[in-house]
């Protein structure tokens, strides 16, 4: 039985481990900000739209001792082992988050390709082109009244499907995480990327009525954290003391709520795999 008071708890089990944690993210973040910059504008200026997912390849590399962590976290869970994991050869974590990475990566191919057939569908193929169509013009390009009148036509469609469309990407994504959470932690359980992609075990356990009902409690989790955190932001932005601490709350935040996710997940695949 998944231990929910446990997960919750757990980050806050090692504060020396949660302030290392926080550190650690706070470096990658800036490395991946820095790192990101000179893709993302040479994406907006230009029309050369192959570097928009350059950023995607770089965060494998900047994100992966993190990465590597929080899935240690879930695969500990699993064996019920509740204490936080020691921030240690970073060397083999590196490797298994680039691994993570990569089977991240993998299995956001078909799922990429199923979100553009639904949004084609539900927008309507033409709707679906001249978005596209808009999507790829360089904010550099001169656009005449007749674009721009175009331009506020198509975003004026686009708005009234997005009650359609915003739902539909969200379930789509969230069955994208269910699986891929499997994949990862069987990555770290079996340490062999071919067991990451076996996926009659990946399927059983994701569907399975134990795992789903611990993703959805966890989702529940995570958007009542979000809820309060959102909360709590607005009450400190009030004061200067309350912005210096903002971006201290944010970090203890990201590092908790993801090993708390992780947490709960790990015990579910520990007793259905």
């Excluded at 090692?14 to 290392?20: H, T």
């Excluded at 990566?105 to 990429?112: G, K, Q, W």
């Excluded at 959102?230 to 003391?241: C, D, G, K, M, R």
Aim: aromatic share 14%; charged share 15%.
């Amino acid at each position: 039985m998944v231990n929910y008071i446990i997960a919750i708890k757990r980050p806050f089990s090692d504060w020396k481990k949660l302030g290392i944690g926080c550190l650690i993210l706070l470096g990658v973040g800036i490395a991946s900000f820095i790192m990101m910059i000179p893709f993302t504008l040479s994406t907006i200026l230009t029309k050369n739209f192959i570097l928009k997912y350059v950023p995607n390849i770089i965060s494998i590399f900047v994100f992966a001792v993190p990465t590597a962590y929080f899935i240690k976290c879930g695969f500990t869970a699993s064996k019920k082992k509740f204490s936080l994991p020691n921030w240690s050869d970073f060397g083999a974590l590196f490797n298994d988050g680039i691994k993570l990475g990569i089977i991240s990566l993998i299995y956001s191919i078909p799922f990429m390709l199923i979100l553009s057939s639904v949004s084609t569908s539900i927008l309507g193929p033409s709707l679906y082109a001249e978005f596209k169509e808009i999507s790829a013009h360089s904010i550099m390009d001169e656009a005449s009244p007749e674009s721009r009148a175009k331009e506020e036509q198509v975003y004026s469609r686009l708005i009234q499907k997005l009650p359609i469309l915003i739902p539909v990407m969200f379930l789509i994504y969230m069955v994208w995480w269910l699986i891929v959470s499997v994949a990862l932690l069987r990555f770290m359980d079996k340490k062999n990327l071919k067991d990451s992609f076996v996926l009659s075990s990946i399927f059983r356990i994701s569907f399975s009525p134990k795992y789903i009902l611990a993703f959805l409690i966890m989702t529940l989790i995570g958007i009542g954290s979000i809820i309060c955190i959102s909360l709590v932001s607005i009450l400190l932005a009030v004061t200067i003391i309350g912005i210096i601490l903002l971006p201290f709350l944010f970090l203890i935040y990201a590092f908790a709520i993801t090993v708390i996710g992780y947490t709960i997940l790990g015990q579910a695949y520990g007793e259905v795999k």
